[in-house]
């Protein structure tokens, strides 16, 4: 039976109880944004709090992918139902993308939801639909809910800052280490994998992040009641998995224990908003670019008579002058 | 509230059963994404039913099969079968070595187009295309 004659609320019942064509159908209208995405907002957000969310970032290639499948088993062998939502590049020409995680995760039971999603060019898009589609996997029973995204830009680091554990993978001999902390991922952790441990140079990256750690500025800056522990994985092997599980699981236990997960949903929910009020923003701008009391602006730019400042400022505040 | 414009058209493309080739499939995913479509690349040796969940998990607008082992007359009845019964009304596209004779079978099975090996770039993306709109 086709789907596409239902309306959102028919969709969310459905998915609620357990469609998962329509929770696909969903995650589409999540991921396309506008009214319809606030609709499935408003019938999810309330849904699926307890569910636990992972985040999962490094370098391209560092096998995060291959590391998620291995979760994902031994997540579902403990009787919990994961689903996965896996962020890669959309071509910034085309539009288009190769959406290639699933290809590592091919053993994984078909009973754990996995999603593809490209970025699509608006990273404050990202950042929205991310959290949102999210909620509606939580929703839909599904936890933990594991996000992968490549950590190579301040968008990635910041939907993976979104969850409520981050895991940061690195791999040995790329300095790797060093390149993570450049790209401001070594603050967000809360677990380091160090991936293809079967590989040699694993011991050196694992010395590499302990003398970061050691550092002041690194160590505390988001929760300096707890170091984040390095794991040493061999994904290909499943070697190092349940450990990363436990060092999850502990994780959680953590945040529950000392209140800190209410903070990071605190905080969660401050960036939410602050995103989604940004790309509100933008749009207005853009659109006002085009009226004629901006173009009248831009002369007086132009003329000499007002400053690119103060003209900004008008149309940000019309009643300033 | 502005309208948000239509998302890019998403694919699911896989290789059904045995035979080991990659190379057609993957020139075949960078044409479509090349033409702005969102490929979900499965790889090698796939069933029926992980192309099912991988679709619907997905929610793809067309599934892209490739299979270069004549396996086109079996397979082929076999996936429209599994999406049948699954409930999923989305367009099968094969890709592979395809006897002229054969084609008609798989028309009158439901498979929406046929590609064979030479197949431009355009021709590949017009036939998805094509596909999906009649969907
Ligand atoms: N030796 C070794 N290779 C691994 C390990 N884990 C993954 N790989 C290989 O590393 C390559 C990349 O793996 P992926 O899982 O696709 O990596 P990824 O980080 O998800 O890649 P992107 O999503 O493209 O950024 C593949 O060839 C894997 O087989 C490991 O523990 N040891
Ligand atoms: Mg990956």
Redesign the interface.
Known sequence: ??LRHLSIDELVDRALGGD??A???L??IV?????EAEQVETRTHAHGTDAHVIGITGAPGAGKSTMVARLVAAFTAASRGPAVVAVDP??PL???????D??RM?EVD?SA????V?T?GHSGGLALSVPGSARVLAAAGFDPVIIETVGVGQVEVDVTAAADTTVVVVTPGMGDAVQANKAGLLEVADIFVVNKADLPGASDARRDLELMLELSHVTGQEDASRRPPIVMVDSLAGEGIDAVRGAIDEHHDHLVTTDRLVERRRRRARYEMRSRAALAFE?HLD?QLHTSEVAAMVEDVLAGSETPSSAARRLWQPDAS | ????PP??H?IVLAKLGLDGHDRGIKVV??M????????????L??TT??IV??V????ADAIGLSMHNAGHLTLGPAMLAALEE????VPLIIGGIVPDDDRPILDAAGVAAVLGPGSSAEEVVATVRAAIDAA
């Open positions: 039976m086709s998962r064509r929770v696909g159908r995650l589409s991921e396309r944004g506008g009214a959309s071509s085309t539009g288009g993308a190769i959406l290639g699933r290809v091919a078909t939801f996995i999603r593809s490209a699509r749009r659109d | 509230m502005s309208s948000t998302p890019p998403r995913a960078r479509l994404r090349d033409a702005g479509m969102e490929v979900i690349y499965l790889g040796r796939q039913d992980s969940a991988a619907e998990q997905e929610d699954a409930g999923i009304e």
